[in-house]
């Protein structure tokens, strides 16, 4: 369990927290709740999301239940670190990581190394249930990492898949339930054996 600590003012160096897990865990929700407490504790924050992710809003980091939080859109990586105004900034949070470039891993560690919390929130493994992109780099530099789960519409138990119910084999298609499905490891063997069969 994540427990928030203080900011160390000793050494002046920052961390990075990663919230990770399959689509409709809550990970954006549980951004965007650090995000809030952090303001509530009258620290600046910065918010970024990959341009890409255009499903709710342009300009507003928004959860599935409709929670939300004024975003800035970056087409890279490296936008991020070019666009936080690091004299004033304390908190950085960063949504669907997983849709950015390899740089975003020395990106957030540069943040840190500034003195920066930096709060990451994206998907750890694909539609075909591999790893996604640059987040498990993303979670081995991490001081913490938090997984969580949705609920498997098959099962019932806890879901760690996020199953493409289309035909398409593109690593990113956005989309949300129209789409994508959350499955336990058992729902999701058996529908991956389906779909071989039927192939």
Same mark, same amino acid.
């Given at each position: 369990?994540?427990? !928030?600590?203080? +900011?160390?003012? $000793? #050494?002046?160096?920052?961390?990075?927290?990663?919230?990770? %897990? @399959?689509?409709?865990?809550?990970?954006?929700?549980?951004?965007?709740?650090?995000?809030?407490?952090?303001?509530?504790?009258?620290?600046?924050?910065?918010?970024?999301?990959?341009?890409?992710?255009?499903?709710?809003? !342009?300009?507003? +980091?928004?959860? $599935? #239940?409709?929670?939300?939080?004024?975003?800035?859109?970056? %087409? @890279?990586?490296?936008?991020?670190?070019?666009?936080?105004?690091?004299?004033?900034?304390?908190?950085?949070?960063?949504?669907?990581?997983?849709?950015?470039?390899?740089?975003?891993?020395?990106?957030?560690?540069?943040?840190?190394?500034?003195?920066?919390?930096?709060?990451?929130?994206?998907?750890?493994?694909?539609?075909? %249930?591999?790893?996604?992109?640059?987040?498990?780099?993303?979670?081995?530099?991490?001081?913490?990492?938090?997984?969580?789960?949705?609920?498997?519409?098959?099962?019932?138990?806890?879901?760690?898949?996020?199953?493409?119910?289309?035909?398409?084999?593109?690593?990113?298609?956005?989309?949300?339930?129209?789409?994508?499905?959350?499955?336990?490891?058992?729902?999701?063997?058996?529908?991956?054996?389906?779909?071989?069969?039927?192939?």
């Amino acid at each position: 369990m994540f427990l !928030e600590i203080p +900011v160390n003012q $000793h #050494d002046n160096l920052g961390w990075v927290e990663v919230i990770t %897990g @399959s689509m409709f865990s809550g990970k954006t929700e549980e951004l965007i709740r650090r995000l809030r407490r952090a303001q509530i504790a009258k620290q600046k924050i910065e918010i970024f999301k990959p341009a890409v992710d255009n499903r709710y809003a !342009e300009d507003r +980091v928004v959860s $599935h #239940d409709m929670k939300e939080i004024p975003s800035k859109v970056v %087409g @890279s990586a490296r936008e991020i670190f070019d666009l936080v105004n690091r004299d004033e900034v304390q908190v950085v949070g960063i949504d669907e990581a997983q849709f950015f470039d390899d740089e975003i891993v020395d990106v957030v560690n540069e943040l840190a190394n500034a003195g920066l919390r930096v709060i990451v929130a994206g998907l750890d493994m694909d539609f075909r %249930g591999k790893p996604f992109g640059p987040m498990p780099y993303l979670m081995a530099i991490a001081e913490y990492v938090t997984k969580v789960h949705a609920i498997c519409t098959e099962t019932g138990n806890l879901a760690h898949y996020s199953y493409r119910k289309t035909a398409a084999d593109d690593l990113i298609v956005v989309g949300e339930k129209q789409i994508y499905e959350p499955l336990s490891r058992a729902a999701f063997v058996r529908r991956m054996k389906q779909q071989k069969k039927e192939a």
